[in-house]
Nanobody, 123 residues
Framework: QVQLVESGGGLVQAGGSLRLSCAAS????????MGWFRQAPGKEREFVAG????????YYADSVKGRFTISRDNTKNTVSLQMDSLKPEDTAVYYC????????????????WGQGTQVTVSS
């Protein structure tokens, strides 16, 4: 059974940092891409960052470019999201997701999702 499990969320002050991890299991993901999405209260889920398993190509939403860094560890089957210079508007539930093929910003193209982890940034 394919599974994605996020960890690393929490409460942090504005300007601080958090590192999220997504542990993937149940299959080989070499031809897949991983994405981080987030959903704030009352808002739609939005794309944050994506990475391809094989080559490590990355793509970021403009709102997090220069502050967030996505990476993957193929030996451990984990994808991480390093979040620096956090802002209150980064507060959301963050989800890890997987899809076969290149990175996509469209959540409907991802067919495997984790349960989400809460990130709260206080001002």
């Amino acid at each position: 059974q394919v599974q994605l499990v996020e960890s690393g969320g929490g409460l942090v002050q504005a300007g601080g940092s958090l590192r999220l991890s997504c542990a993937a299991s149940g299959r080989t993901f070499s031809s897949w891409s991983m994405g981080w999405f987030r959903q704030a209260p009352g808002k739609e889920r939005e794309f944050v960052a994506g990475i391809t398993w094989s080559v490590g190509n990355t793509y970021y939403a403009d709102s997090v470019k220069g502050r967030f860094t996505i990476s993957r560890d193929n030996t451990k089957n984990t994808v991480s999201l390093q979040m620096d210079s956090l802002k209150p508007e980064d507060t959301a539930v963050y989800y890890c997701a997987a899809r076969l093929g290149p990175i996509s910003q469209r959540q409907s193209t991802y067919n495997i999702w984790g349960q989400g982890t809460q990130v709260t940034v206080s001002s």
